[in-house]
C-alpha cells in the first residue's frame, strides 16, 4: 500500500519515475520496450472541443485571442503496456490551425498511438514541458512544435504502472 501511494503522493515525483517524466522521445517507444510488446490504446473521446482559458495559454495564444472561443481536436485515451490496467492516461490537444495539410491525419489515428506519428521522422521534438501532480498521478504537459504546428500533449502515469512496472 505504501507504494501505491508514493505514486500519487503531492511531494516530489519518486526518483523512479523521472526518467519516465523527463524523457525527450517517443514515451510510446519507452513504453512498448518496458511492456514487450505494442501498447493498446483505448480511445475515451475523440472529437471536436473547446479549448479552456488555460489551454489556450498553454498553447501561447495571447491578448485578445484568448477571449475568442477556439475549437481543437481532442483524442483522450488509455494506454495498456502488458497488464489489464492502464498505464497512462493521455490527452491530445489539435487546435484547428494546426490540423492542415498532412497533419490532418492527426484526426484519424483511431487506436494507433501518437508517438507513432510524432517521432516517425525524428527522435526528438521541439518542445516545452512541465509537470505535475494530479489526481490520477503525476503527469507530464509537452507543448510540441511539431513541423510548425502546436501540439499539447499531456499523459498521466497511474497508479498501476507504478506500482507493478517501476515497483514504487
Known amino acids: 500500500m505504501i507504494s501505491h501511494l508514493s505514486c500519487i503522493t503531492n511531494s516530489l515525483p519518486p526518483t523512479e519515475l523521472l526518467p519516465w517524466l523527463n524523457i525527450e522521445g517517443s514515451l510510446t517507444a519507452l513504453l512498448e ?67 492542415k495539410g ?23 521534438l521541439p518542445n516545452q514541458r512541465s509537470i505535475k501532480h494530479t489526481a490520477d498521478g503525476w503527469q507530464r504537459q509537452t507543448l510540441y512544435d511539431w513541423h510548425g504546428r502546436s501540439l499539447l500533449i499531456s499523459e498521466t502515469f497511474l497508479p498501476r504502472f507504478c506500482e507493478k512496472q517501476l515497483d514504487i
Do not use: C, M
Open 33 to 99: 520496450v518496458k511492456a514487450g510488446r505494442p501498447l493498446l490504446v483505448e480511445r475515451r473521446f475523440e472529437g471536436y472541443r473547446l479549448l479552456s482559458l488555460a489551454q489556450k495559454k498553454q498553447l501561447g495564444i495571447k491578448g485578445a485571442a484568448l477571449s475568442h472561443p477556439r475549437l481543437a481536436w481532442v483524442r483522450e485515451v488509455y494506454l495498456y503496456g502488458n497488464d489489464e490496467l492502464p498505464w497512462v492516461q493521455a490527452q491530445s490537444l489539435f487546435p484547428l490551425s494546426s490540423l
Open 102 to 124: 498532412s497533419a490532418r491525419r492527426l484526426q484519424q489515428l483511431k487506436s494507433t498511438p501518437i508517438g507513432y506519428v510524432l517521432f516517425n521522422r525524428s527522435r526528438t
